[in-house]
């Protein structure tokens, strides 16, 4: 029987709606299969961001990728166990690692004793110098070593500042007046401090640097208390932020906690000691 013609133009007139139902019903497969795919993780999810790069988008920092809790430095160096690579733009101070120095000294080629004080050179410009500061130690209980007379080894430091390794400069004891002064402590024991000046060419900041710690008496051979670093660097902080005077000279100091210079424990260490790693950032004001 022949067709209708009226039944023909709608059959013919289906034909392309089915076509298109069909392709929209796959596209819809597609979609959802798409949606439902785990995406790669991306990098930047492991590497710590700087600021905004081109277009508002977060860049890699150049010297600091976060792996496994390290940090790893522009010369490859990994940083571990708090340490933080250099920090520049320092105000008063120059951090030593920026130039290849360190803040440990030298009491053999394997071992130092942490620098743990930092004076400013935003501070009194009296105490700056050399003289200053030995007149300025004596408002916080310390003074130059008893009769004038160096006991001990030297230490050496190297404050990248260019002049490489120096030995210190002064050796500050802590005096116990009126009881022979810092003789009683050359016995007895007590806290003491090394200082060094960054001055040279690469690093003229002008600010003291301090290694302080607490030693036992002359019978165990000066050895460091245990915990002597923290509580030697403690000590002092203690006495600067007091209002302290000498001679019609008043001071009083403020701190700043920092770090990430050092490395927490006692790798490096003199007598296997640990430490906590901070360094107090000591700013000392004229009243």
Known sequence: MAMLPVQMARRIHAGPRLVALAAIFVL?????????????????????????????????????????????????????????????????????????????????????????????????????????????????????????????????????????????????????FPIMGTCWESVRGGHHFRAWKQNGTDANSGAWFLGASEEMDSSKNHMIVEDGYNRGRDYIVDQVTQVTHWKGMWWKGEVEWREGLLERGERGINHGIEQDGRVAILTITRL
């Open 28 to 176: 819809g497969v597609f979609a959802t299969l798409a949606v439902a795919a785990p995406s790669p993780p991306s990098t930047l999810q492991h590497i710590a961001l700087d600021s905004d790069g081109p277009g508002g988008l977060q860049v890699p920092l150049s010297s600091q990728v976060l792996k496994k809790g390290k940090h790893k430095g522009k010369d490859g160096r990994e940083y571990e166990n708090g340490e933080l690579p250099p920090v520049e733009g320092t105000v008063g101070w120059v951090d030593p690692r920026l130039n290849g120095g360190r803040l440990i000294d030298y009491v053999t080629k394997k071992v130092g004793e942490p620098l743990n004080v930092i004076i400013s050179s935003l501070s009194d410009p009296f105490i700056l110098t050399e003289s200053g500061l030995h007149t300025y130690v004596k408002s916080i209980g310390f003074s130059e070593e008893c009769l004038g007379l160096h006991y001990g080894q030297i230490h050496d430091a190297d404050l990248g500042d260019g002049l490489g390794r120096k030995p210190e400069q002064f050796l500050g004891r802590q005096h116990y």
